[in-house]
């Protein structure tokens, strides 16, 4: 007998090991670039490995979405065991893995659902998780694609780039912005909203644009209820677990996960990133 539902992503999403090991989630692997080959993201190359790479190399690593081939096998593979799958990716306005999964899925006789989740890392994983929890309930897999659909409505999250340089080269901020940021040394805290890259603030310190999160934070918390709270970072462990305990000092009731961003996030962001992410229920 088939199991149920298979569950795709891509290699942005920041799924922890105990999650993968419970649930039948499949990731496929975005590629980092530099000059001496293409590394598979989480396969060849782990997030440390990236940073070191990019200290010794003579420009910036540039990343590639995979190839639909790749998709092809996964879900020929899938068709073998499963009833039918839910891919869930990567913001479509960020990168072409989305649209390499959908054309993908066209080209064989297994039904899968396409889910843009307009956003990148945990919160990517915290929407498959909702769709598990829907499939548990004895929803259809149509109706839970589209439940999923309209989930990044309810996300907020943070961004502090490590490398403004690097995000700028890899075509993530515009010139005039990167300009000003480098002049004056602002800090500008980004947003991935409805699908794409925003300035939500401009601050003068990382001190002050971390306390500006957190006020995001505690405004969310006075709104609606934040059950899980999300830290990814670029390579900066000590940094994120700060900020666990001062989340966890106010709010004993918040669950706190901190995560490592993936190296094709870390190839645009750069070491020392820092991002905030929770669900507002």
Not at 96 to 111: E, L
Not at 242 to 258: H, P, R
Request: charged fraction near 25%; proline fraction near 4%.
């Amino acid at each position: 007998m088939k199991k149920k539902i298979a569950w795709v992503t891509d290699s942005t999403a920041f799924v922890p090991d105990p999650i993968m090991d419970t649930h039948d989630i499949f990731v496929v692997p975005l590629e980092v670039i530099f000059e001496d080959g293409a590394y598979e993201d989480g396969i060849d190359l782990t997030p440390e490995q990236l940073y070191h790479k990019i200290v010794q190399a003579n420009s910036t690593p540039k990343t590639s979405q995979p190839s639909v081939g790749k998709f092809v096998s996964l879900y020929e593979r899938l068709q073998e065991e499963y009833d039918c799958a839910i891919a869930v990716h990567l913001s479509s306005d960020l990168s072409g893995t989305y649209n390499a999964s959908a054309t993908a899925a066209k080209m064989v006789d297994f039904p899968v659902e396409l889910v843009d989740s307009k956003l990148m890392s945990y919160p990517i994983t915290s929407i498959i998780l909702e769709g598990i929890e829907l499939a548990e309930q004895g929803k259809d897999y149509q109706e839970i694609a589209l439940s999923l659909r309209e989930e990044y409505k309810k996300y907020e999250n943070y961004i502090l780039v490590g490398s403004l340089d690097q995000f700028y080269k890899g075509g993530r901020v515009s010139g005039l912005q990167y300009f000003i940021g480098n002049l004056l040394q602002i800090k500008p805290i980004f947003q991935i909203k409805d699908g794409l890259f925003d300035v939500y603030e401009k601050v003068r310190t990382e001190g002050k644009a971390v306390k500006r999160m957190l006020e995001q934070l505690d405004r969310a918390k006075q709104s609606y209820s934040v059950k899980h709270v999300q830290i990814l970072h670029g390579n900066v462990l000590e940094k994120a677990l700060e900020l666990k305990e001062t989340i966890k000092s106010k709010y004993s009731d918040v669950e706190v996960l901190i995560g490592p961003i993936s190296s094709t996030i870390g190839a645009h962001a750069g070491m020392g990133t820092l991002a905030l992410a929770w669900r507002n229920e």
